[in-house]
T-cell receptor, first 115, second 111 residues
Framework: KAGVTQTPRYLIKTRGQQVTLSCSPISGHRSVSWYQQTPGQGLQFLFEYFSETQRNKGNFPGRFSGRQFSNSRSEMNVSTLELGDSALYLC??????????????FGEGSRLTVL | GQSLEQPSEVTAVEGAIVQINCTYQTSGFYGLSWYQQHDGGAPTFLSYNGLDGLEETGRFSSFLSRSDSYGYLLLQELQMKDSASYFCAVRDEWGNTPLVFGKGTRLSVIA
């Protein structure tokens, strides 16, 4: 079965612009989580959605937002981009919110560069 | 909140054994997970420890001591393809809290 699909894979924006990233989870998975990955900082949690409801939110400014649709696809948006937002944004899905083993299935990520 | 500590880099020789440690501080605890990420790739799940002890999956084993808030990932018979970053991750509470990751350990396997 198809894995987690993220689009676009690469994008370049300039400061002040906004960006929308998309994530299609594995079929049947209702939980979607987003993480920001930067060198040396590991994966920092952004949000988690389950059945269109935001279950958890990480410690990021309000410029970062997300949503989940009825088909479990999710989008995240970053407004008023800053240089420090340059990162790999990873989406992960699981079959239930907080799957028993903690297993998340990650997409390849969207690499955002802010100039 | 949670915090996890793991070494930033480890180098080991092909064919050898390497252990990557992880210590954590959490308000609750619902298991320790390990993920592998090759350069340019997606993180992939390796193992989960919900109870104390050793879990073995082929060349990889993972250990947990809840009383010590400590775990490790053990890689045996190292291969060049094991060169990757390894992340430990914890969850405070099942179903209600996100999976929080450590900053990762970059393993370099040398000939």
């Amino acid at each position: 079965k198809a894995g987690v699909t993220q689009t676009p894979r690469y994008l370049i924006k300039t400061r002040g612009q906004q960006v929308t990233l998309s994530c299609s989870p594995i079929s049947g998975h209702r939980s979607v989580s987003w993480y920001q990955q930067t060198p040396g900082q590991g994966l920092q949690f952004l949000f988690e959605y389950f059945s269109e409801t935001q279950r958890n939110k990480g410690n990021f400014p309000g410029r970062f937002s997300g949503r989940q649709f009825s088909n479990s696809r999710s989008e995240m948006n970053v407004s008023t981009l800053e240089l420090g937002d340059s990162a790999l944004y990873l989406c992960a899905s699981s079959s239930t919110s907080g799957s028993f083993t903690g297993e998340l299935f990650f997409g390849e990520g969207s690499r955002l560069t802010v100039l | 909140g949670q915090s996890l500590e793991q070494p930033s880099e480890v180098t080991a020789v092909e064919g050898a054994i390497v252990q990557i440690n992880c210590t954590y501080q959490t308000s609750g605890f619902y298991g320790l997970s390990w993920y592998q990420q090759h350069d340019g790739g997606a993180p992939t799940f390796l193992s989960y420890n919900g109870l104390d002890g050793l879990e073995e999956t082929g060349r990889f084993s993972s250990f947990l001591s809840r009383s010590d808030s400590y775990g490790y990932l053990l890689l045996q018979e190292l291969q060049m393809k094991d060169s990757a970053s390894y992340f430990c991750a914890v969850r405070d509470e099942w179903g209600n809290t996100p999976l929080v990751f450590g900053k990762g350990t970059r393993l370099s396997v040398i000939a």
